[in-house]
């Protein structure tokens, strides 16, 4: 099981959008439509922001946005704010309730 | 509204065993189709899957961990708990325990954790 691949770092002005991809394989992400993305602060819990690729749970602002494309997933993040400044963890699930994390992304807002 | 919350020692010497465990409030681990997770995070870098536990007590185990973990549920405690034997400085890390979801959503997404508790692994 290796990480998916994401991008060290990206980054945005405020009020553009970024999309951060999630590179797996077709045993994983290309496999299930079962991504899900986390957003973590410095020193805190990573917080759930996406599932299921596309679904938001309540509270989550609709400024950010999942897809899927083959083995291949990305999140979007639109109306950059101050806030979303953090690490970002993709994750799937790779068959028998295995999970396998992303190595992170660092968002910066410029 | 669902609160985890770990607890262990704060140093394990390598070669020894790393035990925690992670106490649940605000809902209960036998609650049907749950699902019960453990992640951890090396300083500075990702985050790892470690392990899930369905709430009847079937374990999901990182390949790479399986040799040497072991997950389990106590009811009348509303814990749950990870052993990792023989652990070297590799291991360290902040280790979190979650809420991997329920019933359609369960066991692919973790929705509810906890603060997180280093464990360095030193002599």
């Known amino acids: 099981q290796s990480a998916l691949t994401q991008p060290r770092s990206v980054s945005g002005s405020p009020g553009l959008s970024v999309s951060i991809s999630c590179t797996g394989t077709?045993?994983?992400?290309?496999?299930?439509?079962?991504v899900s993305w986390y957003q973590q602060h410095p020193g805190k819990a990573p917080k759930l922001i996406i599932f299921?690729?596309?679904k938001r749970p309540s509270g989550v602002p609709d400024r950010f946005s999942g897809s899927k494309s083959g083995n291949a997933a990305s999140l979007t993040i639109s109306g950059l704010q101050a806030e979303d400044e953090a690490d970002y963890y993709c994750?799937?699930?790779?068959?028998?309730?295995?999970?396998?994390f992303g190595g992170g992304t660092k968002v910066t807002i410029l | 509204q669902l609160q985890l919350q770990e607890s262990g020692p704060g140093l394990v010497k390598p070669s020894e065993t790393l035990s925690l465990t992670c106490t649940v409030s605000?809902?209960?681990?036998?609650?049907?189709?749950?699902?019960w997770g453990w992640i951890r995070q090396p300083p500075g870098k990702g985050l790892e899957w470690i392990g899930t536990m369905y709430y009847k007590g079937n374990p999901y185990y990182n390949p790479s961990l399986k040799s040497r973990m072991t997950l389990s549920l106590d009811w009348s405690k509303n814990q749950f708990s990870l052993r990792l034997t023989s652990v070297t400085a590799a291991d360290t890390a902040v280790y979190y325990c979650?809420?991997?979801?329920?019933?359609?959503?369960?066991?692919?997404?973790?929705?509810?954790w906890g603060q997180g508790t280093l464990v360095p692994v030193s002599s």
């Open positions: 979650a809420w991997g979801g329920s019933g359609t959503y369960g066991g692919r997404l973790f929705d509810y």
């Open positions: 077709s045993s994983d992400v290309g496999a299930y439509n079962y």
């Open positions: 605000g809902g209960s681990i036998s609650s049907r189709g749950d699902y």
């Open positions: 994750c799937s699930y790779a068959g028998d309730y295995t999970l396998i």
């Open positions: 299921d690729v596309n």
